[in-house]
């Protein structure tokens, strides 16, 4: 087969590319074609509820993640993520971040409590963090010698992993 001189190939796509223009302009502007209101019955119609609400104190949005603070005596610790919830007048079986957060500092809130003298104190020197694998996600527990059991602080998930660029759930949860 012969090769066509590169100055020969630019033209023919060239005049390819323009033919190609003309022709879509013949068919936009075509009687043929329906109306413009006969069109818009095919497209897309915009969420009123969509990602334009106002998110929760607290919760930034980053794509398809949102994140909030974990926080004990407005002091902020760190952030946990979970996918973004676009309608949160209708969270179906999505978990809100921010309710997610409050979970998080309610288990960390029974470890230490306002009211000391209603639990056996946690001695900084024992108190353990541990992480145990349970179905495939990383879940931290608090163990402590005052404890009878060790108590749940929260879960990785794979939310978590994305929005902190962390190489894995495990490495995340160490």
Known sequence: MHKLRPWIRARLLRQAVVAGLA??????????????????????????????EALPVNVERSGKLEAAWVQ??????????????????????QLPVEMRARQVEAN?????????SSAAPLNPETLEVVVKDIDNYPVLFAQDASLAEPRVLLTVTDADVQYHSAPSKQALAE
């Open 23 to 52: 022709l879509l302009l013949v068919v936009l502007t075509s009687p043929a074609l329906p109306s413009t209101s006969a069109l818009a019955q095919f497209l897309p119609i915009p969420s009123s509820s969509g990602s334009s």
């Open 72 to 93: 004990i005596d407005g002091q902020e610790l760190f952030r946990i993520a979970s996918p973004a919830v676009f309608n949160r007048a209708e969270v179906g079986s």
């Open 108 to 116: 960390l809130q029974r470890l230490f409590p306002n009211d000391q």
